[in-house]
């Protein structure tokens, strides 16, 4: 089900597109920010040359959802994940979080995702994401 987007998430948003320039990633770069009540818990950035051991993706490389879960460092149920995918001149690409990420925000008890898609953006209950 789609949720319509507040000025709060616009600004989570642009948090994490802020976040995505951290990635060292070369053809797009991707940033998350997670968060409660506008209140930012956690910042990442996808990493193609780190791994981590809680990282299920192939090669555990570190994707930007699970470098926000891991600096958020607290209880993230009821909270908002918001990531961003963008290309050349920041342009936002789908962000859709992959399987593994999805089993991650689900574990963790994320209530709401957002991201990036053609064109604008897209929010989603977490538990809406289907294996």
Do not use: W
Request: charged share 25%; glycine share 8%.
């Amino acid at each position: 089900m789609e949720i319509i987007l507040t000025k709060k998430d616009m600004s989570l948003l642009r948090m994490a597109k802020i976040a995505s320039r951290d990635s060292n990633a070369k053809n797009f770069r991707l940033g998350a920010v997670v968060a409660r009540g506008g209140q930012i818990l956690g910042v990442g950035a996808n990493n193609t040359t780190k791994t981590h051991p809680r990282s299920n993706s192939p090669n555990n490389r570190i994707h930007a959802e699970l470098s926000a879960i891991i600096n958020a460092r607290t209880d993230l149920r009821g909270t908002t994940l918001y990531v961003v995918r963008t290309g050349r001149k920041e342009r936002p690409l789908l962000a859709r979080p992959c399987k593994h990420c999805q089993a991650l925000i689900q574990k963790e008890g994320i209530r709401y995702v957002c991201f990036t898609v053609l064109g604008g953006y897209l929010k989603i209950e977490a538990t809406s994401f289907k294996g």
